[in-house]
């Protein structure tokens, strides 16, 4: 299996570029806090954007060391490493779902915060 590079540069750059922006929404959320004097739920989606890095840097993993391996491995060998490369990406899907999970959270306090 040959990783189309054009594709994965342009997940890498996207993935990375949102990231950036869910910590950015987590530091701008901390300064609105401030007004309302509450404080604590910036976190969310600073830890969001953070855990997207990690399932950026997952889904490497898998690109980088699964699909070479997959193209080289003896027929012996294919099993667990195709076990292993679907496990790395329900990792990857899981720290994506709870990027935006978090994300969602700190979103939703702050509304019901403002809002009531």
Known sequence: MRPNLYGEILFAVGILLFALSIIIYGLILKRLLKLIRKAGIWIFPFLGGIVLIIGTFLH?????????????????????????????????????????????????????????
């Open 60 to 116: 490497f993993v898998r690109v980088g060391f699964f699909l070479p391996a997959l193209r080289a491995a003896d027929p012996g060998d294919l099993f667990p490493l195709i076990v292993n490369s679907l496990r790395m990406g329900t990792y990857e899907s899981i720290s994506i779902f709870l990027a935006g999970l978090l994300s969602l959270l700190g979103g939703i306090v702050y509304n019901f915060w403002v809002s009531h």
